[in-house]
């Protein structure tokens, strides 16, 4: 790791020279960072690719739903670290239960994600996720290092919609392209917890709907061929387990025993 930030240092240094890379202090991570995107390229981003996730994916039909999803997620976005963006909400059609968020502060959250919520905490709190992501400038980081062109692809994948953006990808690569990495869904996850609290919402149903999530995972697991696996280092994202360790350590200070037993550290 030392290697690799010494070989990087004079790029920065010299991409920081030419007024390519600017620095700034990141509240959402409480670190000094360096970009080559500024927030204005980076709202330009996430409006063009939000009008395509419109188009290619589309808008529900239901006012209540989308004024639901908007009154909470702006609840939210009051209370997090950054604020010189207009934030976005929107309920898209699909079935999976999944949301997704774009650069600029465009959140999306899918119907049948909706549907499995039992309260706005629920849902406040997968809001709160994708508002942290947004916040650290986690899609932006992404983009950056050199597989932002398939945010798109990817959302759309996460819809659970089959188009002629996502045809042909194949599942190694989709691997190496998916999301954010699971350090960065650790991270959303903490600092999800911390806007729900400081907006008024129950913390607890960030645990509740993860733990729901994992039950619905394990279900899916019960029905995968004797013999396959599904190696953990094979995913991008955190198993459920290490999900619901970090929330409740950020929650409460200290996990269950069982919690650690489970995670992919031990």
């Not at 700034?24 to 970009?35: G, I, S």
């Not at 996850?189 to 911390?194: K, N, S, W």
């Not at 190696?231 to 409460?252: G, L, Q, Y």
Request: hydrophobic share 40%.
């Amino acid at each position: 790791m030392g290697l690799i930030r010494i070989l990087i240092l004079p790029v920065l240094l010299t991409l920081l020279s030419c007024g390519c890379v600017s620095t700034n202090y990141n509240l959402a991570t409480n670190r000094q960072e360096y970009t080559m995107t500024s927030t204005e390229k980076e709202v330009n981003m996430g409006r063009k690719l939000a009008k395509k996730v419109n188009s290619e994916i589309g808008l529900v039909q239901d006012n209540k739903m989308q004024e639901r999803v908007s009154r909470i997620g702006k609840r939210l976005v009051e209370v997090c670290d950054r604020k010189e963006i207009v934030y976005s909400f929107s309920a898209v059609k699909g079935d999976e239960v999944n949301a997704f968020s774009l650069p600029g502060g465009y959140v999306f959250v899918n119907e049948g994600l909706i549907k499995k919520t039992h309260s706005d905490d629920e849902l406040a709190a997968v809001l709160a996720h994708e508002i942290a992501h947004v916040a650290a400038r986690h899609s932006v980081k992404r983009f950056e290092s050199g597989i932002g062109a398939q945010i798109l692809e990817i959302a759309t994948i996460a819809a659970g919609r089959k188009t002629s953006l996502t045809q042909g990808v194949g599942m190694a690569s989709l691997a190496t392209q998916l999301a954010y990495s699971r350090e960065d869904e650790l991270a959303a996850d903490r600092l999800g917890v911390r806007y729900m609290e400081k907006a008024g919402f129950d913390p607890k149903a960030m645990l509740t709907f993860l733990e729901m999530m994992e039950e619905q995972e394990q279900y899916k697991r019960d029905y995968i061929p004797e013999g396959i696996t599904r190696p953990r280092n094979a995913s991008t994202h955190p198993f459920w387990s290490d999900r619901i360790k970090a929330v409740k350590e950020e929650i409460f200070g200290v996990a269950d025993y069982v919690d650690y037993l489970n995670t992919t550290n031990n």
